[in-house]
């Protein structure tokens, strides 16, 4: 037995969130051997609270099964590290890495993805905060029942908080009815000021929520924001497929990772019988995934209990956590991580690691 055996051993062992083996993924850190003990540590570029332990014991009951050794102790530990800024865009100061969520057309569920897919990745323990970056049309404050202006410091403005999550939108600073009727450049503007004027602190994860359209903010965001990647969400329906496809050119021409696709809407789930029905067709986004060679992250039900938790400001995750719409929205949590944690990464900063010890 030797330190090339148990990394064979443990390429057998697939990361769902990764798509890949912890070996590939190079998730393996340290291995020793002691007498009739192997001391192994694991580190993943993710947040994974609820199935950290659960992976622990699969490596540590897979060594013991196939190595004859008496004793394993397995070390798994989590660092979400900082995204590497390219070009000439300079890091955001405290934040380790920048989602941006798009969709080529509205309707298609996006503010709803945004809010779930930041409150998961906040369960599964990272810090996260939520920019809603859509100036014409904010909708986050609603979804999450938060009002009132926010607080400053005399130089920086203090983001609101809800639910474990730090939260900025324009909504925040106009009246609810009060229409946004801006020019390009005054929007751009107003999507910096919120970005680089909002105290976030330190941070894992921004999820910025996108308007419908692949215009000035979205150009903005790629030119003058560190992005570390973008997911576009979309619907099965042809149509909506058409403009998700041009907000996923619109990111790569700008030199934006698309991380993957999320496809809403998937089916419809009646709420007396609960049949499913594929209303607006099927295999859009599996399909769309396959001809850009990214993952398709989640797919998503059209269901009663998305739309009437947001209409209540607990949206699903907060509301039903153990609930099957909360557990898909994990799963898509995890999925965009671990691609995140694929992708070039920065050690110019230092973030704390969760560590799971079996």
Known sequence: ????????????????????????AGAVGTVEFDKDRINLDVRLGYPLADQGESLAMAIRDRLLNETGIAHAGVNVSCKVVPHKVQGELKPTESIANIIAIGSGKGGVGKSTTAVNLAL????????????????Y????????????????????????????LKVMSIGFLVEEDTPMIWRGPMVTSALQQLLNETLWGQLDYLVIDLPP????????????????????????QDI?????????????????????????????????????????????????AKDFDIPLLGQLPLATEIRSSLDEGQPSVVQDPDSHIAKSYRSLALRTAGALALTPR???????EIVIQN
């Not at 330190?3 to 070996?23: M, P, R, Y």
């Not at 609960?274 to 067709?281: I, R």
């Not at 920065?346 to 704390?352: E, I, L």
Request: aromatic share 2%; with cysteine.
């Open 1 to 24: 037995m030797n330190k090339e055996s148990i990394l064979n051993l443990l390429a057998d062992i697939h990361d769902e969130n990764t798509g890949c083996d912890l070996v590939s």
């Open 120 to 135: 998961a990745l906040q369960r599964e323990g990272a810090r996260v905060g939520l920019l809603d970056a859509d100036i």
């Open 137 to 164: 049309g904010p909708s986050i404050p609603a979804m999450l029942g938060i009002k009132g202006q926010p607080d400053t410091d005399g130089k920086h403005i203090i983001p609101k908080q809800t639910h474990g």
């Open 213 to 236: 359209g692949t215009g000035d903010i979205q150009l903005t965001l790629a030119q003058r924001v560190p992005t570390a990647g973008a997911i576009i969400v979309t619907t099965p």
């Open 240 to 288: 909506a497929l058409l403009d998700a496809r041009k907000a996923l050119h619109m990111f790569r021409k700008v030199d934006v990772t698309v991380l993957g696709v999320v496809e809403n809407m998937s089916t419809h789930v009646c709420t007396a019988c609960g049949h499913e029905e594929a209303v607006f067709g099927q295999g859009g986004g599996q399909q769309m």
């Open 346 to 352: 920065s050690m110019a900063v230092k973030m704390p």
